[in-house]
């Protein structure tokens, strides 16, 4: 406790949206924030609202079975804290509010899926290609990733691994983009994913051509089935 106050009067903190001080983002600031109450097709342009089948009857043969999407990429205040969690001078500490959007969108849309039969879930960050990193210092992906699995109580596994650097996707066209991160996975360990149903977990959603890749290794790896988690959705 002692500690937290020095840490305060020492290092004050000032939301990043009305400067007021306290936290990196400020409660009002957060709740602000639209939150998805419903569940899309995440393969679908247009949005097309889904139910228990995550996906809609075109897009059923993919390999991702759906995603959970918090809010949109086009809220000017999530656009904003997810680029100063991620790019230079990192803000790690806004992992906390930015999961407590995804929870809140789970509560939101009702969706029982992430609490139904835990024993057999894992939570899985996309991962990044090492160097990178060792360069940022931290996969963002998996911090998020870790906080779900403290909060849901649900195992975080690593068995998936980045083995090729690609292009940044939203430099791409669709094609390119999934011609670019096609065979850049490998599975580490498969037999802990045998049957599961995986969690697949990332910040930002924009094809889906990457978490669709994923999910493409890790079942033919042999687990049961794989859903998607973002921040949002572009
Ligand atoms: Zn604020
Ligand atoms: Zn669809």
Redesign the pocket.
């Known amino acids: 406790m002692l500690k937290k106050i020095l840490v305060h009067i020492l290092f004050p903190q000032f939301?990043l949206?009305?400067k007021?001080e306290g936290a990196l983002?400020?409660e009002?600031?957060l709740s602000s924030i639209g939150l998805s109450e419903f569940n899309y097709c995440p393969f679908c342009q247009a949005p097309k609202r889904v139910f228990e089948e995550g996906t809609c009857s075109t897009h059923r043969r993919m390999k991702l079975s759906g995603i959970f999407s918090a809010t949109s990429y086009q809220e000017p205040l999530v656009k904003k804290l997810i680029s100063k969690f991620k790019y230079e001078p990192f803000l790690k500490n806004l992992t906390s509010p930015l999961t407590s959007l995804i929870i809140a969108h789970f509560l939101l849309s009702e969706n029982k899926l992430i609490s139904q039969d835990k024993e057999n879930s894992v939570l899985m960050p996309v991962p990044l290609v090492k160097f990178r990193e060792r360069w940022r210092g931290f996969n963002q992906a998996a911090l998020i990733a870790s906080e779900l699995s403290k909060f849901y109580k649900i195992p975080l596994f690593n068995n998936l691994i980045k083995i090729k650097q690609t292009q940044p996707q939203v430099e791409l066209k669709r094609e390119e983009r999934e011609k670019n991160i096609k065979g850049v996975f490998t599975i580490k360990n498969p037999q802990e994913i045998q049957g599961k149903r995986i969690f697949l977990v990332d910040d930002v959603f924009t094809t889906g051509s990457t978490m669709e890749e994923c999910a493409r290794v890790l079942k033919k790896a042999g687990c049961r089935e794989v859903w998607g988690i973002v921040i949002a959705r572009e």
């Open positions: 939301c949206i009305c007021r983002i400020c009002d600031c």
